[in-house]
Nanobody
């Protein structure tokens, strides 16, 4: 059974940084492309970033490009999202998911709130 557990969400001031983690179990993590998605209050699910199974190729939404960095540690089965220069509009529940554009299984999410 695929299990994904996000952590690292917090309340942070605009301009601050956070690193989200996603611990994966129940499947061959190193064989899967992985994604980060987010859902802001009152809005739909939004794709944020992808990384291929080996960590050699990444993609970002326009809103994440230049500020967020996706990475993975296949030895530890962990996916990361480093978020810098956070803005109030980054406030959302962040989810990790299997597959490109998060088309597979998804975790329960971690709350990121950006506010002064």
């Amino acid at each position: 059974e695929v299990q994904l557990m996000e952590s690292g969400g917090d309340l942070v001031r605009p301009g601050g940084s956070l690193r989200l983690s996603c611990s994966a179990s129940g499947f061959e993590f190193g064989n899967y492309d992985m994604s980060w998605l987010r859902q802001a209050p009152g809005k739909g699910l939004e794709w944020v970033s992808d990384i291929d199974s080996r960590g050699s190729s990444t993609a970002y939404s326009d809103s994440a490009k230049g500020r967020f960095t996706i990475s993975r540690d296949n030895g530890k089965n962990i996916l990361y999202l480093q978020m810098n220069s956070l803005k109030t509009e980054d406030t959302a529940v962040y989810y990790c998911a299997t597959g490109t554009y998060g088309t597979g299984s998804r975790g329960q999410g971690t709350q990121v709130t950006v506010s002064s």
